[in-house]
């Protein structure tokens, strides 16, 4: 290893070793993760379209095999993010723990606090959630999966038949609940890890927390509910 490169490890182990780094950490990995959140959804309201193969065409385009190589980096580097996120969370959460063993008394706004009280639990039950879905829709563990064709899932009737299942969209439908608190608070928290702290900010970085967690969780569950409802069939 070049010598040089040596003294830039150890600075970047020690960076990580505190606090302000585990910070970055879910910081960065929080915005790619955000992404794909966002990116998902928007792929996923396709299904309202009026056009019933637009979402099959979508799922088709992702799964060329000419983009095989594309689709898993991407795979790779979302699990990587959801892995280092969940780890430097667990990590603040024990340094907190070993400097203040007892909490202060003190009033928070109740949205904020329980927010805050879910992030540790939510996270892990997000990630669990992540693999039941993807053996759902993806590998087929779940449900049987209808395929138009090779590598040609039909996404669209796959939703409906797995969101008929009430087991099935209940969990989808909680899990959702989860993500929108996980959201609301992890996103004006890492602002605030940016450097973003200034208290006149606070509370607008609050409501535009609050208003992304809520469309992102309705519109998720929009999908499972008109599938309940017969507006999806």
Same mark, same amino acid.
């Given at each position: 290893?070049?010598?040089?490169?040596?003294?830039?490890?150890?600075?970047?182990?020690?960076?990580?070793?505190?606090?302000?780094?585990?910070?970055?950490?879910?910081?960065?990995?929080?915005?790619?993760?955000?992404?794909?959140?966002?990116?998902?959804?928007?792929?996923?309201?396709?299904?309202?379209?009026?056009?019933?193969?637009?979402?099959?065409?979508?799922?088709?385009?992702?799964?060329?095999?000419?983009?095989?190589?594309?689709?898993?980096?991407?795979?790779?580097?979302?699990?990587?993010?959801?892995?280092?996120?969940?780890?430097?969370?667990?990590?603040?959460?024990?340094?907190?723990?070993?400097?203040?063993?007892?909490?202060?008394?003190?009033?928070?706004?109740?949205?904020?606090?329980? #927010?805050?009280?879910?992030?540790?639990?939510?996270?892990?039950?997000?990630?669990?959630?992540?693999?039941?879905?993807?053996?759902?829709?993806? #590998?087929?563990?779940?449900?049987?999966?209808?395929?138009?064709?090779?590598?040609?899932?039909?996404?669209? #009737?796959?939703?409906?038949?797995?969101?008929?299942?009430?087991?099935?969209?209940?969990?989808?439908?909680? #899990?959702?609940?989860?993500?929108?608190?996980?959201?609301?608070?992890?996103?004006?928290?890492?602002?605030?890890?940016?450097?973003?702290?200034?208290?006149?900010?606070?509370?607008?970085?609050?409501?535009?927390?609050?208003?992304?967690?809520?469309?992102?969780?309705?519109?998720?569950?929009?999908?499972?509910?008109?599938?309940?409802?017969?507006?999806?069939?």
């Amino acid at each position: 290893m070049n010598s040089a490169a040596i003294p830039t490890i150890h600075r970047t182990i020690r960076f990580y070793e505190a606090s302000i780094g585990k910070k970055a950490v879910m910081a960065v990995t929080g915005v790619i993760l955000f992404g794909y959140v966002v990116g998902h959804l928007l792929g996923n309201l396709q299904i309202y379209s009026p056009d019933h193969e637009l979402i099959n065409r979508y799922a088709a385009f992702l799964h060329d095999p000419s983009r095989a190589g594309l689709l898993w980096g991407v795979r790779v580097l979302l699990l990587a993010a959801v892995v280092l996120h969940i780890t430097a969370s667990v990590q603040l959460w024990a340094l907190k723990r070993e400097a203040r063993p007892i909490g202060y008394v003190k009033k928070d706004d109740v949205p904020t606090a329980y #927010a805050a009280r879910t992030m540790m639990w939510s996270g892990p039950i997000l990630a669990a959630f992540i693999i039941f879905h993807i053996l759902h829709l993806t #590998a087929g563990s779940v449900l049987p999966l209808e395929e138009l064709g090779p590598n040609q899932p039909n996404v669209r #009737a796959n939703v409906v038949n797995g969101f008929q299942q009430p087991l099935v969209a209940g969990s989808y439908i909680f #899990a959702m609940v989860l993500l929108a608190m996980h959201l609301y608070h992890g996103l004006w928290s890492m602002f605030q890890s940016i450097g973003i702290g200034n208290p006149r900010f606070l509370p607008g970085l609050k409501r535009v927390a609050a208003i992304c967690a809520i469309l992102i969780g309705a519109g998720n569950i929009s999908i499972p509910l008109a599938v309940l409802t017969g507006l999806l069939s």
